[in-house]
């Protein structure tokens, strides 16, 4: 049973069938090619429409709200002492005080890289198994001469989903990136604000629209499927946010004039939804979230959501029926199949209204 006394849902409750070819692995040729399919949550109804189309859904007075996390090359390949490869993936660094050296990181191979181990990614800079935790990541030790985030932006890969099967290229550095990005620190792109150019911003805000950025990093579980079977058993990694004070003021001022608020993203769904009062308002805030907002979830500051289209069984499936509703969103996602939209990072967008 769930906390509000209904039956459980299960994680096998939203999957869908997808083929393969619809998973984007190249990201479309301008930003905003992509396709936009609108669906409203009241009535069911989709419509097939253009990224830039999303401008007639938007209204003077509206909050249009980004996340302006960085996205950082994370993925640090190299070699153990004896030649063999190996792979460190940065989660996040554990401590401000000694320049970002040390990070909880994840190791491939696991059962090689134990403690003591070191793995050599380029001349002169070596990356030193420290420790491990309960659930297999790896406390790490960046070594090497000048600033340790110099070395990752020199010698690390954007690490792109798993679902992209190719290895990742230099256009990749800008592509899974947003034009906003600001605050370095995610291992993965909130991937609904890959559409957007600095244009279209701009005409967005010639509209009277506010564009609202806040930050939360991103971190590997968005990759990662929920194994429980009941969802509410699911727990979220925990990830770091931030509300600026101007983010705030702007937000209060759209919930004071009546107008709505337009998250970019799951990942600016959950910030908002966490930062917000029981009313709707917000102040300036930072912290750590684990909120996971699966059906049933009464939302008290998101009325729009900008989103791609999600993995089966995942968390991010699950926000967004969370909003619009299970039945009605598996449907959309079938039409999505149909007229054959590109699915995940890459690929193409969805509205909810």
């Known amino acids: 049973m769930t906390a509000e006394g209904g039956p459980s849902l299960l994680t096998a409750d939203f999957d869908y069938p997808l083929p393969e070819d619809l998973v984007a692995s190249q990201p479309a040729d301008r930003r905003d090619d992509s396709r936009l399919l609108v669906l409203d949550r009241q009535t069911g109804s989709v419509a097939d429409r253009g990224f830039p189309d999303l401008l007639e859904y938007l209204d003077e007075g509206d909050a249009l709200v980004i996340n302006d996390t960085r996205v950082f ?13 190996a792979e460190i993936l940065l989660l996040r660094p554990l401590t401000e005080d000694d320049e970002r050296r040390t990070w909880q990181a994840l190791v491939r191979p696991g059962g090689k890289l134990k403690p003591g181990r070191v793995v050599e990614v380029a001349d002169g800079f070596e990356v030193r198994v420290e420790d491990s935790f309960a659930d297999g990541s790896r406390r790490v030790r960046l070594e090497g001469e000048g600033d340790p985030w110099d070395l990752v932006e020199r010698h690390g ?3 792109l989903p798993p679902y992209i099967r190719r290895p990742g290229n230099a256009a990749d550095r800008e592509r899974y990136q947003t034009v906003y990005a ?16 600095t244009g279209l911003i701009e005409r967005i805000e010639e509209v009277g629209v506010s564009v609202v950025p806040l930050t939360l990093h991103v971190g590997v579980g968005t990759f990662r499927p929920v194994d429980a079977n009941r969802v509410e058993d699911h727990r979220m990694h925990p990830e770091w946010y931030e509300i600026p004070d101007t983010s705030a003021r702007l937000l209060n001022r759209t919930r004071d004039a009546r107008r709505r608020v337009w998250a970019v993203g799951t990942t600016s769904a959950r910030t908002l939804e966490t930062a917000a009062s029981a009313e709707g308002s917000f102040e300036a805030t930072a912290g750590w979230t684990d909120l996971f907002i699966h059906p049933p979830y009464h939302f008290r500051a998101v009325d729009g959501l900008l989103t791609n289209f999600h993995l089966p069984r995942s968390s991010l499936l ?21 007229q054959r939209y590109r699915f995940y990072s890459y690929g193409d967008a969805m509205l909810v209204v």
């Open 318 to 338: 699950m926000l967004v029926a969370a909003l619009a509703g299970r039945d009605r969103v598996l449907e959309a996602y079938r039409h999505a199949v149909e």
């Open 182 to 197: 600001r605050e370095r620190g995610s291992v993965a792109a909130p991937t609904a604000g890959l559409h957007f150019t």
């Open 73 to 85: 090359p994370a993925r640090l390949l190299g070699r153990k002492p004896t030649g063999a490869r």
């Open 157 to 159: 890969e954007v690490p």
